[in-house]
Protein backbone atom coordinates (compact mmCIF):
# COMPACT_ATOMS: atom_id res chain seq x y z
CA UNK A 1 0.00 0.00 0.00
CA UNK A 2 1.33 3.28 -1.17
CA UNK A 3 0.67 6.07 1.11
CA UNK A 4 3.32 8.87 0.67
CA UNK A 5 3.75 9.21 -3.09
CA UNK A 6 1.95 12.56 -4.49
CA UNK A 7 -1.27 10.57 -5.83
CA UNK A 8 -2.81 8.73 -2.93
CA UNK A 9 -5.68 7.08 -2.03
CA UNK A 10 -4.75 7.91 1.62
CA UNK A 11 -4.24 11.99 1.60
CA UNK A 12 -6.69 12.39 4.59
CA UNK A 13 -4.74 9.69 7.22
CA UNK A 14 -1.80 11.60 6.30
CA UNK A 15 -2.59 15.07 7.02
CA UNK A 16 -4.35 14.18 10.13
CA UNK A 17 -2.02 11.29 11.42
CA UNK A 18 1.01 11.71 9.27
CA UNK A 19 1.81 15.25 9.44
CA UNK A 20 -0.27 16.05 13.03
CA UNK A 21 2.33 13.38 14.53
CA UNK A 22 5.20 10.72 13.75
CA UNK A 23 5.65 8.77 10.60
CA UNK A 24 7.72 5.49 11.10
CA UNK A 25 9.67 5.39 7.07
CA UNK A 26 11.17 1.91 8.55
CA UNK A 27 8.09 0.14 9.62
CA UNK A 28 8.15 -3.92 9.38
CA UNK A 29 5.84 -6.86 10.13
CA UNK A 30 7.73 -10.31 11.23
CA UNK A 31 5.90 -12.29 8.86
CA UNK A 32 4.14 -11.17 5.66
CA UNK A 33 0.80 -12.83 6.44
CA UNK A 34 -3.16 -11.90 7.47
CA UNK A 35 -3.22 -14.61 10.36
CA UNK A 36 0.21 -14.71 11.97
CA UNK A 37 1.08 -11.17 11.99
CA UNK A 38 -2.12 -10.02 13.23
CA UNK A 39 -1.26 -12.55 16.34
CA UNK A 40 1.90 -10.67 16.55
CA UNK A 41 0.00 -7.93 17.12
CA UNK A 42 -2.10 -8.50 19.50
CA UNK A 43 0.58 -10.67 21.68
CA UNK A 44 3.88 -8.55 20.81
CA UNK A 45 5.24 -11.66 20.14
CA UNK A 46 6.67 -13.25 17.27
CA UNK A 47 5.34 -16.20 15.22
CA UNK A 48 7.97 -19.41 17.01
CA UNK A 49 6.71 -18.08 20.18
CA UNK A 50 2.78 -17.51 19.45
CA UNK A 51 2.96 -20.32 17.34
CA UNK A 52 0.29 -19.42 14.52
CA UNK A 53 2.56 -19.73 11.54
CA UNK A 54 0.70 -19.23 8.58
CA UNK A 55 -3.31 -18.65 7.39
CA UNK A 56 -3.91 -23.04 7.81
CA UNK A 57 -5.71 -24.35 10.49
CA UNK A 58 -2.90 -26.77 10.50
CA UNK A 59 -0.52 -23.68 10.69
CA UNK A 60 -2.42 -22.45 14.24
CA UNK A 61 -4.62 -19.84 12.94
CA UNK A 62 -7.42 -19.23 15.09
CA UNK A 63 -6.79 -22.94 16.84
CA UNK A 64 -7.64 -23.83 19.97
CA UNK A 65 -3.90 -23.90 21.08
CA UNK A 66 -4.22 -20.41 20.20
CA UNK A 67 -7.29 -19.48 22.01
CA UNK A 68 -6.23 -20.98 24.97
CA UNK A 69 -3.18 -19.98 25.19
CA UNK A 70 -1.52 -16.60 23.66
CA UNK A 71 -4.48 -14.95 22.92
CA UNK A 72 -5.40 -15.06 26.90
CA UNK A 73 -2.35 -13.03 27.03
CA UNK A 74 -3.18 -10.45 24.12
CA UNK A 75 -2.64 -6.87 25.36
CA UNK A 76 -6.31 -6.31 25.32
CA UNK A 77 -7.07 -8.60 27.92
CA UNK A 78 -4.84 -6.02 29.79
CA UNK A 79 -6.47 -3.09 29.32
CA UNK A 80 -10.08 -5.13 30.03
CA UNK A 81 -8.06 -5.50 33.63
CA UNK A 82 -7.89 -1.39 33.88
CA UNK A 83 -11.47 -0.95 33.12
CA UNK A 84 -10.86 0.04 29.80
CA UNK A 85 -13.87 0.02 27.23
CA UNK A 86 -12.25 -1.88 24.79
CA UNK A 87 -14.29 -2.11 21.08
CA UNK A 88 -13.37 -4.44 18.16
CA UNK A 89 -14.50 -4.67 14.59
CA UNK A 90 -13.55 -6.72 11.07
CA UNK A 91 -11.27 -8.90 10.28
CA UNK A 92 -9.85 -11.02 13.46
CA UNK A 93 -9.02 -13.93 14.66
CA UNK A 94 -11.24 -14.57 17.86
CA UNK A 95 -12.36 -12.26 20.59
CA UNK A 96 -10.52 -10.67 23.71
CA UNK A 97 -12.28 -7.17 23.41
CA UNK A 98 -15.55 -6.43 25.78
CA UNK A 99 -17.78 -5.63 22.41
CA UNK A 100 -16.42 -7.08 19.44
CA UNK A 101 -17.81 -7.48 15.50
CA UNK A 102 -15.76 -9.76 13.94
CA UNK A 103 -16.02 -11.37 10.04
CA UNK A 104 -14.26 -14.67 9.24
CA UNK A 105 -13.05 -13.25 6.46
CA UNK A 106 -12.09 -9.79 3.75
CA UNK A 107 -15.91 -9.20 2.01
CA UNK A 108 -17.39 -6.29 1.58
CA UNK A 109 -21.04 -7.51 1.21
CA UNK A 110 -23.08 -10.67 2.12
CA UNK A 111 -21.12 -11.73 5.27
CA UNK A 112 -22.13 -12.97 8.53
CA UNK A 113 -21.02 -10.73 11.63
CA UNK A 114 -19.84 -12.46 15.05
CA UNK A 115 -21.48 -9.53 17.02
CA UNK A 116 -20.53 -10.52 20.98
CA UNK A 117 -21.03 -13.89 19.62
CA UNK A 118 -24.33 -13.26 18.33
CA UNK A 119 -25.10 -14.42 14.63
CA UNK A 120 -25.75 -11.14 12.34
CA UNK A 121 -26.50 -11.90 8.52
CA UNK A 122 -25.54 -9.39 6.17
CA UNK A 123 -26.56 -8.47 2.14
CA UNK A 124 -26.04 -6.63 -0.39
CA UNK A 125 -27.49 -2.99 0.51
CA UNK A 126 -24.65 -0.33 -0.06
CA UNK A 127 -26.36 2.06 2.94
CA UNK A 128 -26.62 -0.96 5.28
CA UNK A 129 -24.28 -3.47 4.65
CA UNK A 130 -20.95 -2.36 2.90
CA UNK A 131 -18.41 -3.68 5.68
CA UNK A 132 -15.93 -0.73 6.08
CA UNK A 133 -18.72 1.58 6.31
CA UNK A 134 -20.45 -0.11 8.96
CA UNK A 135 -17.48 -0.77 10.66
CA UNK A 136 -17.38 3.19 11.18
CA UNK A 137 -20.71 3.74 11.96
CA UNK A 138 -20.26 1.28 14.63
CA UNK A 139 -16.88 2.74 16.18
CA UNK A 140 -19.03 5.96 16.30
CA UNK A 141 -21.95 4.67 18.30
CA UNK A 142 -19.12 3.25 20.42
CA UNK A 143 -17.91 7.07 21.24
CA UNK A 144 -21.17 8.07 21.58
CA UNK A 145 -21.70 5.50 24.10
CA UNK A 146 -18.93 5.05 25.90
CA UNK A 147 -18.55 6.24 29.82
CA UNK A 148 -16.22 9.26 30.06
CA UNK A 149 -15.36 7.98 33.90
CA UNK A 150 -13.10 5.10 32.11
CA UNK A 151 -10.72 5.42 28.91
CA UNK A 152 -11.74 3.58 26.16
CA UNK A 153 -9.48 1.59 23.27
CA UNK A 154 -10.98 1.33 19.68
CA UNK A 155 -9.03 -1.58 17.13
CA UNK A 156 -10.86 -1.69 13.70
CA UNK A 157 -9.88 -4.08 10.95
CA UNK A 158 -11.50 -3.30 7.61
CA UNK A 159 -11.43 -5.54 4.72
CA UNK A 160 -10.02 -2.88 2.49
CA UNK A 161 -7.48 -3.33 0.77
CA UNK A 162 -8.38 -6.77 0.55
CA UNK A 163 -9.43 -9.30 -1.95
CA UNK A 164 -12.01 -8.88 -3.76
CA UNK A 165 -11.09 -5.26 -4.15
CA UNK A 166 -15.18 -3.78 -3.98
CA UNK A 167 -15.10 -0.72 -3.96
CA UNK A 168 -18.15 1.42 -2.36
CA UNK A 169 -20.64 3.02 -5.81
CA UNK A 170 -19.01 6.54 -5.25
CA UNK A 171 -14.75 5.61 -5.48
CA UNK A 172 -15.46 3.23 -8.33
CA UNK A 173 -14.16 5.35 -10.91
CA UNK A 174 -11.74 6.62 -9.44
CA UNK A 175 -7.57 6.35 -10.50
CA UNK A 176 -8.51 5.45 -13.87
CA UNK A 177 -4.85 6.22 -14.79
CA UNK A 178 -3.73 4.58 -12.09
CA UNK A 179 -1.44 1.19 -12.94
CA UNK A 180 1.04 -0.55 -10.86
CA UNK A 181 4.68 1.19 -10.25
CA UNK A 182 6.87 0.00 -13.07
CA UNK A 183 9.87 0.87 -10.77
CA UNK A 184 12.54 -0.91 -8.64
CA UNK A 185 11.87 -5.00 -9.08
CA UNK A 186 8.92 -4.66 -11.41
CA UNK A 187 8.76 -7.85 -14.00
CA UNK A 188 12.61 -8.47 -13.02
CA UNK A 189 13.86 -12.21 -13.43
CA UNK A 190 14.01 -13.53 -9.73
CA UNK A 191 18.08 -14.60 -10.57
CA UNK A 192 19.98 -16.36 -8.38
CA UNK A 193 17.04 -16.39 -5.27
CA UNK A 194 15.04 -19.29 -4.13
CA UNK A 195 13.13 -21.54 -6.65
CA UNK A 196 9.49 -19.94 -5.91
CA UNK A 197 10.92 -16.75 -7.17
CA UNK A 198 12.56 -18.27 -10.32
CA UNK A 199 9.75 -20.08 -11.98
CA UNK A 200 7.44 -16.80 -12.73
CA UNK A 201 7.16 -16.04 -16.53
CA UNK A 202 9.64 -13.65 -17.50
CA UNK A 203 8.16 -10.98 -18.84
CA UNK A 204 5.15 -11.10 -17.88
CA UNK A 205 2.40 -11.66 -20.27
CA UNK A 206 0.49 -8.66 -20.99
CA UNK A 207 -2.68 -10.10 -19.76
CA UNK A 208 -0.91 -10.32 -16.22
CA UNK A 209 0.10 -7.13 -16.37
CA UNK A 210 -3.74 -6.05 -17.52
CA UNK A 211 -5.02 -7.79 -14.29
CA UNK A 212 -2.34 -6.92 -11.56
CA UNK A 213 -2.65 -3.22 -12.70
CA UNK A 214 -6.88 -3.62 -12.40
CA UNK A 215 -5.89 -5.25 -9.00
CA UNK A 216 -3.92 -2.07 -7.77
CA UNK A 217 -6.04 0.14 -9.05
CA UNK A 218 -9.18 -1.43 -7.32
CA UNK A 219 -7.11 -1.55 -4.31
CA UNK A 220 -7.10 2.23 -3.89
CA UNK A 221 -10.34 2.59 -4.50
CA UNK A 222 -11.42 0.36 -1.72
CA UNK A 223 -9.02 2.68 0.72
CA UNK A 224 -10.95 5.84 0.29
CA UNK A 225 -13.45 4.63 2.12
CA UNK A 226 -10.73 3.75 4.76
CA UNK A 227 -9.38 7.38 4.65
CA UNK A 228 -13.28 8.41 5.23
CA UNK A 229 -13.14 6.47 8.30
CA UNK A 230 -10.44 8.10 9.41
CA UNK A 231 -11.24 11.28 9.07
CA UNK A 232 -15.13 10.89 10.54
CA UNK A 233 -13.74 9.17 13.29
CA UNK A 234 -11.10 12.33 14.48
CA UNK A 235 -13.98 14.04 13.96
CA UNK A 236 -15.78 12.53 16.59
CA UNK A 237 -13.06 12.54 18.59
CA UNK A 238 -12.93 16.36 18.32
CA UNK A 239 -16.50 16.74 19.16
CA UNK A 240 -16.54 14.52 22.25
CA UNK A 241 -13.29 16.68 23.05
CA UNK A 242 -11.29 13.26 23.62
CA UNK A 243 -8.46 14.29 20.43
CA UNK A 244 -5.89 15.54 22.35
CA UNK A 245 -6.11 12.60 25.29
CA UNK A 246 -6.25 9.82 22.37
CA UNK A 247 -3.32 8.26 20.95
CA UNK A 248 -3.94 7.03 17.21
CA UNK A 249 -2.49 4.30 15.28
CA UNK A 250 -2.42 3.63 11.39
CA UNK A 251 -1.18 0.74 10.35
CA UNK A 252 -1.75 -2.65 8.32
CA UNK A 253 -0.58 -6.13 8.91
CA UNK A 254 1.70 -7.06 5.35
CA UNK A 255 2.94 -5.72 2.86
CA UNK A 256 1.98 -6.44 -1.00
CA UNK A 257 3.76 -6.87 -4.19
CA UNK A 258 2.12 -6.27 -7.75
CA UNK A 259 4.39 -7.51 -10.40
CA UNK A 260 7.49 -7.44 -8.39
CA UNK A 261 10.20 -9.97 -9.60
CA UNK A 262 7.54 -10.90 -11.97
CA UNK A 263 4.58 -12.33 -9.26
CA UNK A 264 1.43 -11.41 -10.17
CA UNK A 265 -0.01 -10.28 -6.20
CA UNK A 266 0.66 -11.60 -3.31
CA UNK A 267 2.36 -10.97 -0.14
CA UNK A 268 4.41 -13.90 1.73
CA UNK A 269 8.33 -13.13 0.49
CA UNK A 270 10.75 -11.98 2.39
CA UNK A 271 11.39 -8.86 0.41
CA UNK A 272 10.36 -4.98 1.39
CA UNK A 273 7.81 -4.54 -0.37
CA UNK A 274 6.14 -7.62 1.83
CA UNK A 275 7.29 -7.21 4.89
CA UNK A 276 7.42 -3.65 4.98
CA UNK A 277 4.23 -1.66 6.76
CA UNK A 278 2.74 2.00 6.98
CA UNK A 279 2.84 3.15 10.14
CA UNK A 280 1.55 6.78 11.50
CA UNK A 281 1.10 7.21 15.08
CA UNK A 282 -0.51 10.96 16.76
CA UNK A 283 -1.27 11.67 20.59
CA UNK A 284 -0.32 13.02 23.93
CA UNK A 285 3.63 14.42 24.15
CA UNK A 286 4.44 13.93 19.67
CA UNK A 287 5.44 16.38 18.23
CA UNK A 288 3.82 16.88 14.33
CA UNK A 289 5.59 16.26 11.48
CA UNK A 290 7.95 13.93 12.51
CA UNK A 291 9.57 11.26 10.37
CA UNK A 292 11.44 8.29 12.15
CA UNK A 293 14.20 6.64 10.78
CA UNK A 294 14.63 3.92 13.59
CA UNK A 295 13.33 0.41 12.91
CA UNK A 296 10.21 -0.47 14.11
CA UNK A 297 7.79 -4.17 13.88
CA UNK A 298 4.62 -5.07 14.66
CA UNK A 299 5.71 -7.20 17.79
CA UNK A 300 6.05 -3.36 19.24
CA UNK A 301 2.59 -2.17 18.93
CA UNK A 302 1.33 -4.27 21.85
CA UNK A 303 4.16 -3.11 24.49
CA UNK A 304 3.50 0.31 23.27
CA UNK A 305 0.09 0.05 23.66
CA UNK A 306 0.60 -1.19 27.34
CA UNK A 307 3.26 1.17 27.94
CA UNK A 308 0.83 4.04 27.38
CA UNK A 309 -1.81 2.40 29.11
CA UNK A 310 0.66 2.82 32.11
CA UNK A 311 1.07 -1.21 32.61
CA UNK A 312 4.47 -2.25 33.79
CA UNK A 313 6.44 -4.14 30.63
CA UNK A 314 8.52 -6.07 32.72
CA UNK A 315 5.18 -8.29 34.02
CA UNK A 316 4.13 -9.21 30.52
CA UNK A 317 5.44 -11.48 28.01
CA UNK A 318 6.73 -9.88 25.09
CA UNK A 319 9.38 -10.13 22.40
CA UNK A 320 8.93 -6.40 21.06
CA UNK A 321 9.69 -3.30 22.72
CA UNK A 322 7.89 0.32 23.62
CA UNK A 323 8.42 2.72 21.01
CA UNK A 324 6.97 5.40 22.72
CA UNK A 325 10.64 7.21 23.17
CA UNK A 326 10.97 7.26 19.73
CA UNK A 327 8.06 9.28 18.81
CA UNK A 328 7.68 11.08 22.26
CA UNK A 329 11.37 11.26 24.15
CA UNK A 330 9.75 14.08 26.45
CA UNK A 331 8.08 11.30 27.62
CA UNK A 332 10.04 8.20 28.14
CA UNK A 333 13.67 6.94 27.44
CA UNK A 334 14.72 4.23 25.35
CA UNK A 335 16.79 2.25 22.44
CA UNK A 336 15.55 1.37 18.80
CA UNK A 337 16.84 -2.08 17.59
CA UNK A 338 19.92 -2.66 15.24
CA UNK A 339 18.38 -5.95 14.23
CA UNK A 340 15.23 -7.48 13.96
CA UNK A 341 14.02 -11.67 12.97
CA UNK A 342 11.34 -12.44 9.66
CA UNK A 343 10.35 -15.71 9.89
CA UNK A 344 7.48 -17.37 7.75
CA UNK A 345 6.42 -20.83 7.18
CA UNK A 346 5.37 -21.54 3.75
CA UNK A 347 1.77 -23.12 2.69
CA UNK A 348 1.28 -25.71 0.16
CA UNK A 349 -1.30 -28.40 -1.09
CA UNK A 350 -0.88 -32.03 -0.25
CA UNK A 351 -1.53 -32.92 -4.19
CA UNK A 352 -0.89 -31.31 -7.43
CA UNK A 353 -2.47 -28.55 -9.02
CA UNK A 354 -4.15 -30.26 -11.84
CA UNK A 355 -4.25 -26.81 -13.60
CA UNK A 356 0.32 -27.04 -13.65
CA UNK A 357 0.66 -31.00 -13.18
CA UNK A 358 4.22 -30.09 -13.68
CA UNK A 359 4.82 -28.45 -10.89
CA UNK A 360 3.71 -30.70 -8.31
CA UNK A 361 2.60 -30.93 -5.07
CA UNK A 362 3.40 -28.85 -2.27
CA UNK A 363 2.25 -25.78 -3.83
CA UNK A 364 -0.53 -23.01 -3.64
CA UNK A 365 -1.64 -19.68 -4.61
CA UNK A 366 -1.33 -20.79 -8.21
CA UNK A 367 -2.45 -18.17 -11.22
CA UNK A 368 -3.73 -19.93 -13.98
CA UNK A 369 -0.43 -19.31 -16.01
CA UNK A 370 1.10 -21.79 -12.89
CA UNK A 371 2.78 -19.21 -11.48
CA UNK A 372 2.72 -19.93 -7.65
CA UNK A 373 2.93 -17.58 -5.28
CA UNK A 374 3.52 -20.04 -2.05
CA UNK A 375 5.13 -23.35 -1.16
CA UNK A 376 5.59 -25.81 1.46
CA UNK A 377 9.51 -25.02 1.43
CA UNK A 378 8.76 -21.46 1.00
CA UNK A 379 9.82 -21.68 4.85
CA UNK A 380 12.63 -18.86 5.83
CA UNK A 381 14.07 -17.21 8.38
CA UNK A 382 15.87 -14.03 8.06
CA UNK A 383 18.14 -11.18 10.19
CA UNK A 384 17.38 -7.70 8.97
CA UNK A 385 19.82 -5.10 9.95
CA UNK A 386 19.25 -1.76 9.83
CA UNK A 387 21.30 0.42 12.00
CA UNK A 388 22.24 4.20 11.05
CA UNK A 389 25.11 2.31 9.28
CA UNK A 390 24.19 -1.76 7.88
CA UNK A 391 21.39 -1.99 6.12
CA UNK A 392 21.43 -5.74 5.74
CA UNK A 393 19.31 -8.84 5.08
CA UNK A 394 20.41 -12.73 5.81
CA UNK A 395 17.88 -15.18 4.94
CA UNK A 396 18.02 -19.17 5.17
CA UNK A 397 15.30 -21.09 3.78
CA UNK A 398 14.06 -24.71 5.12
CA UNK A 399 14.46 -26.36 1.77
CA UNK A 400 16.43 -29.16 0.55
CA UNK A 401 19.30 -27.06 -0.67
CA UNK A 402 19.34 -24.98 2.51
CA UNK A 403 19.20 -22.42 0.20
CA UNK A 404 20.69 -18.65 1.19
CA UNK A 405 19.88 -14.61 0.15
CA UNK A 406 21.89 -12.12 1.52
CA UNK A 407 21.32 -8.46 -0.02
CA UNK A 408 22.79 -4.79 0.84
CA UNK A 409 20.09 -2.55 0.97
CA UNK A 410 22.15 0.61 0.86
CA UNK A 411 23.48 -0.14 -2.79
CA UNK A 412 20.95 -2.51 -3.87
CA UNK A 413 17.77 -1.09 -2.36
CA UNK A 414 15.16 -3.70 -4.56
CA UNK A 415 17.32 -6.34 -3.82
CA UNK A 416 18.03 -7.11 -7.36
CA UNK A 417 21.55 -9.37 -6.80
CA UNK A 418 21.84 -11.93 -3.91
CA UNK A 419 25.07 -11.59 -2.93
CA UNK A 420 25.88 -14.80 -0.86
CA UNK A 421 28.25 -15.61 -2.98
CA UNK A 422 30.47 -12.55 -2.66
CA UNK A 423 30.57 -11.79 1.07
CA UNK A 424 33.21 -12.19 3.48
CA UNK A 425 32.24 -15.91 5.04
CA UNK A 426 32.94 -14.61 8.41
CA UNK A 427 30.35 -11.86 7.95
CA UNK A 428 27.90 -15.02 6.81
CA UNK A 429 28.89 -16.82 10.10
CA UNK A 430 28.08 -14.15 12.11
CA UNK A 431 24.81 -13.14 10.79
CA UNK A 432 24.06 -17.33 10.51
CA UNK A 433 24.52 -17.19 14.41
CA UNK A 434 22.58 -14.12 14.85
CA UNK A 435 19.59 -15.98 12.98
CA UNK A 436 20.10 -19.14 14.89
CA UNK A 437 19.93 -16.77 18.32
CA UNK A 438 17.08 -14.83 17.27
CA UNK A 439 15.07 -18.16 15.77
CA UNK A 440 15.02 -19.12 19.75
CA UNK A 441 14.90 -15.86 21.70
CA UNK A 442 11.91 -15.51 23.72
CA UNK A 443 11.38 -12.31 25.96
CA UNK A 444 13.92 -10.05 27.18
CA UNK A 445 16.40 -12.27 24.47
CA UNK A 446 14.45 -11.12 21.91
CA UNK A 447 15.80 -7.55 22.38
CA UNK A 448 19.55 -8.04 23.68
CA UNK A 449 21.27 -6.94 21.46
CA UNK A 450 24.64 -6.58 22.91
CA UNK A 451 27.07 -8.17 20.68
CA UNK A 452 29.08 -5.09 19.53
CA UNK A 453 32.05 -7.28 17.82
CA UNK A 454 34.70 -6.51 15.29
CA UNK A 455 32.28 -7.79 12.50
CA UNK A 456 28.74 -5.41 13.57
CA UNK A 457 31.24 -2.61 15.80
CA UNK A 458 27.86 -0.68 15.45
CA UNK A 459 25.17 -0.88 18.45
CA UNK A 460 22.56 2.07 17.71
CA UNK A 461 20.58 3.57 20.42
CA UNK A 462 18.45 6.24 20.59
CA UNK A 463 18.36 7.72 24.13
CA UNK A 464 15.02 9.85 24.64
CA UNK A 465 12.44 11.00 29.00
CA UNK A 466 8.27 9.79 32.11
CA UNK A 467 5.51 7.45 32.45
CA UNK A 468 1.91 8.42 31.08
CA UNK A 469 -1.52 7.06 30.97
CA UNK A 470 -4.61 8.11 28.42
CA UNK A 471 -6.89 6.93 26.40
CA UNK A 472 -6.14 6.09 22.69
CA UNK A 473 -7.28 4.12 20.09
CA UNK A 474 -5.96 2.24 16.48
CA UNK A 475 -7.04 2.71 13.30
CA UNK A 476 -5.62 -0.44 11.33
CA UNK A 477 -5.96 -1.13 7.29
CA UNK A 478 -6.79 -4.84 6.56
Known sequence: MCLFVLQTPMKKTKAL?????ATFVNAFTVTPLCCPSRSSVLTGRYPHNHEVRNNSLSGNCSSLQWQKGPEAEAFPVYLNKLKYQTFFAGKYLNQPF???????????????LSVNAKEEKHGDSYEKDYLTDLITNRSLNFLDNRSPQHPFFLM???PAPHSPWTAAPQYQKEFGDVKAPRDG???KPGKDKHWLLRQPINPMPSKTLDYLDNAYRRRWQTLLSVDDMVELLLKKLDSIKELDNTYIFYTSDNGYHTGQFSLPIDKRQLYEFDIRVPLMVRG???KPNQTLQAPVLNIDLAPTILDISGVNL???NVDGQSFLSQMAPSLRNGTARPFFLVEYTGEGHPTTDPACPKLGPGLSQCFPDCVCEDAFNNTYACVRTLDGQQNLQYCEFADSESFVEVYNLT???HQLENIVKKVDPTILQAMNQRLIKLQSCAGDSCRDTNECNNVFPSCTSLAVGVPLKNKFMEPAAG
Not at 17 to 21: C, M
Open 17 to 21: IGDAG
Open 314 to 316: STV
Open 284 to 286: PGI
Open 98 to 112: AVWLQVGNSQYYNYT
Open 411 to 413: SDP
Open 185 to 187: SFD
Open 156 to 158: LSP
